[in-house]
């Protein structure tokens, strides 16, 4: 963690500011006893023998003394200093949460999952740095992802490529528990939301699950099984294409009277008969023809609410 | 009465002088003499960055100032989040963020201090006069001029000024104009004027109010606008949304198709059943 200078190097030091330095940088990383921080301070070899308990205490205090809140070492800390907060301690304003905000939901929207995990991870190491409650309690929510079961998230993040089958439980809307079986497609982003695709291993269909909603992994079944989704390949024509942002793996082919036409793939009708509604009166799709049609259908009935 | 030792005090003291900003010789000595009530000479402050400096902490001197660079036991983040930090970084240099800009960039300078790596700052296109605008009438209140293309026709609207979005890899204004929440991309923009008109405090004054089926209403996720106003007996829900755009709200509510039905204002109503219509029309329905 230190790289000392040798005492050459350096005409004047201070060396119990040095030694207090080491302290707060071993209690920054984890809680320590007494003996821990002797170690530590014999290891980096700043001094050639050991302090007393009561030089390391004196250090401790001054720590205080700087700002520095340490808890007493009790029974729910192992009987260890540990340190609650700082004056070093990261003070994030709202004006950056903002920018960290805006910068995550414009670049994750239609992005790859991997990056908003990227932005998960950025935003958790963010928030074990800051003290206040608010701010870090913000930061873990900026993503949502912080819903989902931790065993469920690492682990189905781990299965991502392999082609293994899942038995899981899932809460569906209804908050009923259910047992769900299917090989692993993918996972995606949608919504500020992760989700599983797979295939069913009984009806062979396609299938969705929120992460959020999957409350544990029973089983891995390892293996190389083929993972085959039914596709629909959408072709549509696109008036103001500028106008709507378009998923990252959309085809668009720019015309003449800003009108584009877009080709993209999806592997749920649900979301590609979704996808094509949400473009509204600017979309007219041109195949397949069964997701035209259920397009034609849904508007027609939509036509009949606001009539 | 806690037993402390002074010189070690001072050297964490100096240490959180220099997390806050840069000092020369004689500005450290002045502070650290009132932060502790002593008088500290150049030979004691020397004494002290020397210490900070023998522990690995990267103090510079650069055009004159003491400079915190590093601290080896500060934020260690990831390779992932460290290849994030330069996705941002491209990202940032094809778009412009206004004073997110500013923002993010502060956040990367404490966390420079804090850590042993350095994260250099984002660069965006230069911002031109008509975003220095809109964001000096956001940040002052007025209303902002407007002129924009859309559909081959040139438009002049009053309205005020919300907030700089994007749209895909396209930059947008946000603004409030006759209660409804508008996006203008910025490309189609040819000027925006600070006009003398006070803005009324970014209210807007459209509120919609939509229906939620219950088969839908059990997995919706609010946004950070919305709340829910009613909840039925059937399990469905009605939803308050103040803010969001409304081309994109309208959009965004199509998708759910007969699960969701707006209920107010009546001018959302009627340009649902335009864009439901004009749909429609593309398939000479």
């Known amino acids: ?27 920054m990383t984890a809680p320590r006893d007494l003996q821990d921080l002797n170690s530590l301070i014999s290891e980096c ?24 809140d340490i808890s007493r070492p009790c029974k729910a800390t192992n009987f260890k200093y540990k340190l609650l907060s700082h004056p070093f301690t990261l003070n994030i304003t709202d004006e950056e949460i903002n920018a960290l905000k805006t910068l995550y939901a414009n670049m994750t929207r239609g992005a790859d999952y991997k990056l908003a995990v990227k932005f998960e991870e950025l935003f958790n190491t963010l928030s074990g740095h800051v003290f206040n409650e608010k701010t870090s309690a913000e930061l873990r929510s900026i993503t949502s992802f912080c819903k989902i079961d931790k065993d469920v998230y690492d682990r189905i993040l781990a299965e991502d490529g392999k082609n293994n089958i899942l038995t899981i439980t899932y809460a569906t809307p209804v908050k009923k528990l259910g047992t769900k079986k299917f090989i692993f497609g993918r996972i995606f982003l949608k919504s500020n939301k992760l989700y599983v695709e797979g295939i069913d291993t009984e009806t062979k269909n396609t299938v969705c699950y929120n992460m959020t909603r999957i409350r ?27 106008n709507h942002t378009l998923p990252q793996e959309a085809k668009v082919h720019k015309g003449q009277k800003n009108q584009a036409e877009v080709e993209i793939e999806f592997t749920s009708k649900f979301f590609a008969v979704q996808h094509i509604l949400s473009l509204g009166a600017d979309c007219t799709i041109l195949e397949p023809e069964d997701i035209k049609n259920e397009v034609i259908s849904k508007l027609m009935e939509l036509r009949k609410v606001y009539a | 009465m806690l037993k402390v030792n002074i010189s070690s005090l001072r050297v964490l003291q100096m240490l959180q002088l220099l997390f806050e900003k840069d000092y020369t010789m004689n500005e450290l000595m002045a502070a650290l003499s009132e932060v502790s009530g002593e008088r500290c000479s150049n030979f004691l402050v020397s004494k002290y960055i020397n210490t900070c400096r023998f522990c690995g902490i990267d103090i510079q001197k650069i055009d004159g100032k003491y400079t915190l660079l590093k601290l080896p036991f500060g934020i260690d983040f990831s390779d992932d989040v460290l290849s994030l930090f330069d996705e941002i970084k491209k990202y940032s240099s094809k778009m412009r963020l206004g004073k997110n800009v500013r923002a993010y960039n502060s956040l990367l300078a404490k966390i420079n201090k804090r850590s042993d790596r350095y994260y250099s700052k984002i660069e965006t296109p230069e911002d031109d006069k008509n975003i220095e605008n809109f964001e000096y009438a956001m940040e002052n209140g007025w209303k902002v001029n407007i002129n924009f293309v859309a559909d081959g026709n040139n438009n002049l609207i009053l309205c005020e000024p919300l ?32 006009s003398n008109v006070k803005s009324s405090g970014n209210m807007l004054s459209t509120s919609v109010i939509f229906k939620l089926e219950n088969a839908l209403a059990r997995r919706y996720t609010l946004r950070p606008e919305e709340k829910v106003v009613g909840i039925e007996e059937d399990g469905s829900i009605t939803v308050l949304n103040k803010t969001e755009d409304k081309q994109s709200l309208l959009n ?34």
């Open chain 1, 45 to 68: 070899g700043l001094v050639d023998k050991n302090y007393s308990n009561d030089t390391i205490r004196i250090a401790l205090s001054t720590l205080k003394a700087a700002g520095c």
């Open chain 2, 163 to 194: 907030e700089l979005s994007s749209e895909g890899e396209h930059l947008a204004v946000v603004v409030n104009y006759n209660g409804d929440r508008k996006k203008i991309l910025y490309k189609d923009i040819t000027g925006i004027v600070v």
């Open chain 1, 216 to 242: 544990e992994i029973i089983n891995i079944e390892q293996g190389h099984n083929e993972y085959k989704p039914e596709v629909y390949k959408l072709k549509y024509l696109l008036k103001n294409p500028d």
């Open chain 1, 1 to 27: 963690m230190y790289t000392f200078q040798t005492k050459a190097e350096v005409t004047q030091i201070s060396l119990t500011g040095a030694r207090l330095i080491v302290i707060l940088g071993a209690l």
């Open chain 2, 252 to 285: 965004r509510l199509l998708k759910y198709d007969t699960m969701c039905e707006i209920i107010s204002p009546r001018s959302y109503k009627k340009e649902m059943k335009n864009i439901i219509d004009t749909a429609l029309a593309n398939y000479g329905k």
